[in-house]
């Protein structure tokens, strides 16, 4: 599995903003004003499923998914985060975590699937990205 073969899904780049790249994964803000959400693609080719990666690779997508958790609650405080790895529609592999709030568009229902998904606007998808950025950097110490 090389680092060179890699390709993020393009789905995944349409439906998705770069934030940052961590050491395994890239992390983006999937482009849903509706709820804070992020994903996490690790780097590496023709990955499905999280036992594709090696043991030690696994540790580290769970420590980047905490990570991104933490920055999202610091952002968006929620009632609850959602973790998933669904890959039934974009099968490489990735990680959602959404923050979620008791009356959000789809509570007490999952996020993905539901509904259309309502694009940032220009000014609040810079702020947001901003913001997340600089907690994924605090969340790192």
Not at 4 to 19: E, I
Not at 70 to 75: C, E, G, M, P, S
Request: aromatic share 4%; net charge neutral; glycine share 6%.
């Amino acid at each position: 599995m090389s680092r060179d073969a890699f390709a993020l899904d393009p789905r995944l780049a349409a439906d998705t903003v770069a934030l940052v790249d961590l050491p395994l994964c890239d992390v983006r803000l999937m482009n849903d004003a509706r709820y804070a959400w992020l994903v996490l693609v690790p780097r590496r080719a023709g990955l499905v499923e999280v036992d594709d990666l090696p043991a030690g690779e696994q540790a580290m997508l769970w420590q980047e998914v905490n990570r991104a958790g933490r920055a999202l609650r610091a952002v968006a405080p929620c009632d609850k985060l959602n973790l998933g790895a669904l890959g039934n529609i974009v099968r490489q592999l990735h990680v959602h975590v959404v923050a979620r709030c008791a009356g959000d568009a789809a509570w007490p229902g999952p996020a993905w699937g539901h509904g259309q998904a309502r694009p940032y606007a220009e000014a609040s998808l810079r702020a947001r990205c901003a913001a997340l950025r600089q907690a994924l950097a605090d969340a790192a110490a």
